[in-house]
């Protein structure tokens, strides 16, 4: 994969930051560090806590999601599960989705909400003619994962299937 998905064209995006690669995998994904496009990378990420069945009851954070940058405070959009992904694309979505005003992603171990983030995009998914021109959209699994800027510990703050 050689394209930058479309949901994280508008953000600074870096493929070979030290925290990019320290989460990329052997497999067929796509990692980068994302922050916020005045070049500031320490951001607070915005979305839904929501309970999820599928999870036993357990607290999860979804989309939209979305990025507010610390230094500028400009929010900037990161990945709505809605229109982008396999289903997204499609126009057929799965994944659990939140609306009316956002909140603001904590890390589950200081409570701090300034992070560095960095996502990942899983293709394990066929595609036709049609999204063989753009394969990087028909992402089937996006994660988002911050560094907290108090205690360093790394989280996985998001994790959708997209197919
Ligand atoms: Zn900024
Ligand atoms: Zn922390």
Redesign the pocket.
């Known amino acids: 994969m050689n394209n930058t998905p479309r949901c994280i064209r508008q953000l600074n995006v870096d493929f070979n930051s030290e925290f990019a690669l320290r989460l990329a995998r052997p497999d067929d994904s796509l990692c980068a560090e994302v922050s916020c496009p005045c070049g500031n990378d320490i951001v607070c990420v915005l979305g839904y806590y929501v309970n999820s069945d599928a999870a036993n009851g357990k607290q999860i954070f979804v989309g939209p999601l979305g990025m507010k940058c610390s230094t500028c405070s400009l929010e900037s959009e990161i990945m709505d599960p809605e229109v982008h992904g396999y289903n997204g694309e499609i126009g057929s979505n799965t994944t659990m989705r939140g609306s009316g005003p956002r909140r603001t992603w904590h890390?589950p171990?200081?409570k701090?909400e300034w992070v560095r983030i960095a996502v990942v995009f899983s293709y394990q998914v066929e595609v036709d003619d049609v999204m063989s021109k753009r394969p990087e959209d028909y992402f089937d699994v996006f994660q988002l994962f911050a560094e907290?800027y108090?205690?360093n510990?790394v989280s996985t703050v998001s994790l959708f299937d997209c197919t």
Do not use: P, V
């Open positions: 890390c171990t200081c701090n907290c108090r205690c510990g």
